[in-house]
């Protein structure tokens, strides 16, 4: 089963994706920091759109990640989101990982 | 580290985490303090951090376990109509929430209701489909300020989501398919518009556009849909309509006070393609430009309800929800049920 690790570096690579902005490479604590979960969608210019048409890659990666326990997320689940930490707190919920005590940071 | 030093640290420490569980630091810390030998001191603290942590612990169990049980069971969601549905996906053009009114003419001693109300229930997508969401719900529409009176009763079901996309990994130059399949079963209880109807529409979102990242935060999301009617309410209008229409979506944030404002319009133009014999094929248009402006952060999805001043200028037919041609300007207040 993946660790929570997985899954939150597999969630911020996805929204890394959608953005021309290099969050990945600068999400604390690596990098210069510029990111967190407290970061917003809206910042790294993600929208409601491109938020419920991630759904395809977010399914494939996590799928990939998790396996059989991941449970797919819909275009509905995805617009809800409005900072990095919900996505994933997201990826955690549907993939049955649990979140340690202070994360998402 | 001397005593003082010690404690202020655990202090600090238990202080911080106290914050997400409910254990009293600062009778542990008083219990530390009476302590005299340096190392019975550092086992108090530890014990204090111990039951903070199991404590802290305990919390983020259950709120994993309630994460992972909301994640994965049926949402539901107040609407305007069962139309508005399918903005979900898009710039939240249409989007409206539910209303209910409720007026009093105490000189003709009539009283009068108008409603705007939708229910979704929305279930998690299943494993074996794509990313199409299955959804279902019921609307009602009535207006008793108008003669003859409007009151209709809708079910609806169908499913939306993403279905294709030119890519599956990496890359911020995308073009993705949304798609939305809605049945809906309706019931006209003063008029003629009785009968069930079949909706497929396609969004195109190509991401640098449809994100607002390539003309300075404008959305633009274009659509076409095939619609299928069969009228069954007993008038001349009775039969099969085959239509299409075409559209676009616009939504543009405005920066004056943190992104509260925020402007949207629509356009669709509808096309019959085959109509009951007698009838004459429509080229109805429809266009609905909006300005709101937001008395809470509209980015705060937590929060139960959001509420919001808007203007809207409202031309022709609003085909999907069998509308009159109207000329109109609406203000007013707003507000919306997540």
Same mark, same amino acid.
């Given at each position: 089963m993946a660790t929570y690790a997985d899954v939150k570096a597999c969630a911020i690579d996805v929204v890394d994706d959608f953005t021309e902005m290099d969050l990945a490479a600068n999400y604390a604590p690596a990098g210069k920091a510029n990111f967190s979960a407290k970061t917003k969608m809206t910042s790294l210019t993600i929208n409601e759109t491109t938020l419920a048409g991630m759904t395809i890659r977010f399914n494939k990666a996590m799928g990939k990640l998790c396996g059989d326990s991941w449970n797919k997320v819909g275009s509905f689940d995805m617009v809800k989101l409005t900072t990095v930490g919900q996505c994933i707190q997201l990826a955690c919920a549907k993939s049955g990982t649990n979140l340690p005590v202070g994360e998402p940071k | 580290m001397n005593r003082t030093g010690t404690l202020a640290l655990a202090c600090a420490a238990l202080a911080c985490a106290s914050a997400s569980a409910e254990v009293d630091w600062r009778e542990m810390v008083q219990k530390c303090k009476g302590i005299t030998d340096d190392g019975a001191l550092a086992i108090c603290i530890r014990e204090g951090i111990a039951k903070q942590e199991a404590a802290e612990q305990v919390i983020q169990d259950a709120a994993n376990a309630k994460a992972q049980k909301e994640a994965n069971s049926v949402a539901f969601l107040l609407r305007e109509s069962s139309s508005s549905i399918a903005s979900t996906v898009g710039p939240k053009i249409g989007d409206g929430g539910a209303s209910l009114s409720y007026l009093r003419d105490s000189l003709k001693n009539t009283d009068a209701t108008v409603a705007k109300m939708a229910v979704f229930a929305v279930w998690p997508v299943p494993k074996s489909w794509a990313s199409l969401q299955p959804f279902a719900g019921a609307a009602w529409q009535r207006d008793a300020t108008k003669q003859p009176k409007k009151d209709t009763r809708e079910l609806t079901a169908g499913m939306l989501g993403p279905f294709w996309a030119t890519t599956t990994g990496p890359g911020t130059e995308a073009t993705t398919l949304f798609t939305t399949f809605q049945a809906t079963h309706r019931n006209d209880r003063y008029g003629t518009t009785d009968g069930d109807q079949l909706r497929a529409q396609l969004d195109w979102a190509y991401e640098p556009v449809s994100s607002g990242r390539l003309l300075g935060g404008l959305a633009v999301l274009p659509h076409v849909a095939g619609l299928v009617r069969h009228r069954s $309410? $007993?008038?001349?209008?009775?039969g099969v309509w085959r239509s299409a229409y075409a559209g676009v979506a616009m939504a543009k944030p405005v920066d004056i006070g943190q992104y509260r404002f925020k402007i949207t319009w629509i356009a669709r133009k509808l096309f019959d393609l085959k109509v009951p014999d007698g009838n004459v094929k429509r080229r109805d248009e429809y266009s609905n430009l909006s300005v709101e402006y937001f008395f809470t952060d509209p980015g705060d999805k937590n929060a139960p309800w959001q509420s919001s001043f808007f203007i809207s200028r409202e031309t022709g037919a609003d085909f999907l929800e069998y509308g009159d041609k109207v000329a109109k300007t609406t203000a007013g207040l707003k507000l919306k049920f997540r």
């Open positions: - | $309410g $007993g008038g001349p209008e009775d």
